[in-house]
């Protein structure tokens, strides 16, 4: 078994700014595990929010020595590293079962689900204006996280105002800010809010009204986290690169449902690839946001599709 990482850029189709800050190009690694004249790959996005670097992740992938198994790599941390490495198994296995992943791991055969669709965070004229420009989209998520959100939240209604819209506030809110939005959440038809609070401030949650659905996001990493979200929230989002993988994706999805949880699948700023094993995740979640694909100016060969029926799932060219 031979392990390879490499460096990809793709370009954004336009900036895209939440309240950490703004980007133009999305900056991946691609894993490639080759065993008997056969190749899997996956793809992960480090993120600076959890100490992931470019550098340290392609550390980490370089130290594992094959042959290894999706069990074996639970000897990483849940995280980017292990997600483009499980990613990367599971397709090998499928090439070489001459089978789909999602038949490898029993599930159902997954269909289309209807994704969100991301506004990045701006002055309320141009999210507006990107609300309208995007408002035959059923579902739009808009990036929120600052003192003065109220202004943007009513900008984005008025531009669409028959989509439904979910915000993420990036841990960007104080428990008053929240407090005080809350009711004009409700006001504005908005469906669900995500990480409010930051992760280690999230205790304000317990006993506060929740009117409209609460997710955990940074605060939900794999099945370890659920323990600790008892009374704050209402919905877990579920990311591989949180995770760690498909494999951890679909046991902590199995168990935050049975704990009560609404689950929501999201994902970083990726490719198709990325974004491919999370299809198999997001079958029947209360809220898909695998909209990556949709924020590049370049894609991979054989890119997921996207139509009126939402993100579909990835054909065999592309993974699993």
Known sequence: ME??????????????TISRGSRTEANVLTVRVSEDGVTGWGECVPYARYGETLEN???LIEGVKGPVSRAGLYTLPAGAARNALDCALWD????????????????????PEITAYTLSLDTPEAMQAQAAKNAFRPLLKIKLGTPDDMARLEAVRAGAPKSTIIVDA??????????DLAPHLVRLGVALVEQPLPAGEDEALI???RPVPVCADESCHDRQSLSKLKGK??????KLDKTGGLTEALSLRDAALAEGYKVMVGCMVGSSLAMAPATLVAQGAMVTDLDGPLLLAEDRDQPLIFDDSGVHPPAAALWG
């Open 233 to 238: 929230y209402d919905v877990v989002n579920i």
């Open 57 to 59: 992740v392609t550390d």
């Open 170 to 179: 990036n841990e960007g809110w104080s428990a008053e800010v929240y407090a």
């Open 92 to 111: 090998l296995e499928a090439k070489k079962a001459g089978k789909r992943v999602w038949e490898l791991a029993g599930l159902p055969k997954p269909s």
């Open 207 to 209: 006993g506060m009204d």
């Open 3 to 16: 392990i390879s990482v490499t460096r990809d850029v793709f370009k954004l189709a336009q900036v895209f």
